[in-house]
């Protein structure tokens, strides 16, 4: 973890070899959730935790808070969904990913 706090409906904890911490991810899923503050969720969420039980690429986990609406919301959420790892440009040359394709959003 990065020591601070985990935010409901926009921290994700990855496994850190796979995807870095503090970096953002799009997940289209949640976009026009309504959050607590009564506004629509924009999609963006922020890889500041880590996990036990996160291992590989194709893994992470979204925090909903605390609570049996949260507890409701996460339960409904458990299942596939589309991610898209948000990285600076130029991130991918420097790593030497020359066969990565990078999808435009329909």
């Known amino acids: 973890s990065l020591g601070c706090r985990p935010i409901a409906m926009r921290t ?3 496994d850190p070899r796979v995807i870095p911490r503090r970096t953002k991810l799009f997940i289209r899923e ?10 629509i969720h924009d ?4 890889a500041s ?6 291992k590989g690429a194709n893994r992470f986990d979204t925090f909903w808070g605390a609570g049996a609406e949260a507890r409701a919301i996460a339960g ?3 299942a596939r969904g589309t991610a898209f790892v ?3 440009i ?9 066969n990565v394709t990078t999808p435009a959003y329909p």
């Open 12 to 14: 994700v904890a990855v």
């Open 30 to 39: 949640t976009v026009g959730m309504r959050l607590a503050d009564g506004s």
């Open 43 to 46: 999609g963006y969420w922020y």
């Open 49 to 54: 935790d880590t996990g036990g039980a996160i």
């Open 76 to 78: 409904g959420m458990s």
């Open 86 to 88: 948000l990285l600076p």
């Open 90 to 98: 130029g991130v991918l040359d420097r790593l030497g990913a020359a």
